[in-house]
């Protein structure tokens, strides 16, 4: 079983690692041929790019400038991503026989790294998947990333657990992959409606993942046994391939 997650725009590179294994980012040739590009981007470029402010896009700059110097830090995917997923898979709180595992199991889609093993090691960046960016004479970052990805997936172990966002789960063509390509929603019981609540959703994503990793199910029927933060698999609500998880809205 693999898990698919989408990285974080929030990155914490300041803290040190529980776990020092680390490994190389199968694309790096490919990430620094996109940050080649990056850098030739002035801090204007990059808020009209990126739809940021302008303190941010100087803090972006900044960190792309740097991202091919030597000193510049590194440090594990699982650890350097801090967003609500990430806060939810607790990654410091694993075993390293854990992460070992997950090492194995989970790959997170990055719009500058392709795709990523847990264990590694990264640079600060920001690069979401659906930036209007078309390097190497390509016409975005899909279709820059597509073939590439898909390429290294049909090589993993199925089926597909995707708890990626739809931003980044677009790089990839389900059907182009062996086995079955699975994609659960977490939605909020408010009496007259379920719906999902984004925030909520990506908190349970995290969830999910860290269950995988530290329960190890091995078919998509196991998944239905997930009851994290109150969630419960409703079949009256879930096709075979989006199994449906909800809970009472909290509050």
């Known amino acids: 079983m693999i898990v698919l997650l989408s990285p974080s725009k929030t990155q914490n590179f300041q ?23 990056l850098q030739s981007f002035s801090p204007g470029d990059l808020a009209r790019l990126m739809k940021m402010s302008d303190r941010l896009a100087g803090e972006t700059a900044e960190k792309h400038r740097d991202w091919t110097a030597e000193e510049t830090p590194r440090l594990q ?16 709180s694993l075993s ?39 390097p190497g004479g390509t016409k975005n970052l899909y279709h820059y990333w597509r073939e590439k990805i898909t390429a290294l997936l049909t090589q993993e172990r199925s089926p597909f657990v995707n708890l ?6 677009r790089v990839i063509t389900p059907e182009d992959l062996p086995g079955r390509f699975v994609t659960p929603l977490f939605k909020e019981d408010r009496g007259s409606s ?19 990793i530290t329960d190890r199910p091995e078919r998509v029927e196991d998944l239905q046994s997930f009851c994290a933060d109150g969630y419960r698999y409703r079949s009256d609500l879930s096709e075979p391939d989006q199994p449906v998880f909800v809970r009472t809205a909290p509050g």
């Open 96 to 134: 390293r026989a854990e992460l070992l595992h997950a090492q194995n199991h989970l790959r997170v889609l990055s719009g500058l790294y392709g795709l990523l093993r847990p264990l590694d090691a990264i640079r600060p960046y920001r690069l979401e998947m659906a930036a209007p960016l078309g």
């Open 194 to 212: 379920c719906s999902v609540v984004a925030v909520h959703a990506k908190r349970a994503r995290g969830r999910m993942a860290r269950w995988i």
């Open 164 to 169: 990626a966002s739809l931003e980044y789960s």
């Open 15 to 37: 803290d040190q690692p529980p776990l020092e294994d680390q490994s190389e980012p199968l694309f790096r040739e490919e990430a620094r041929e996109i940050m080649l590009h």
């Open 77 to 92: 995917a699982i650890y350097a991503y801090t967003g609500e997923a990430y806060r939810s898979l607790d990654a410091p």
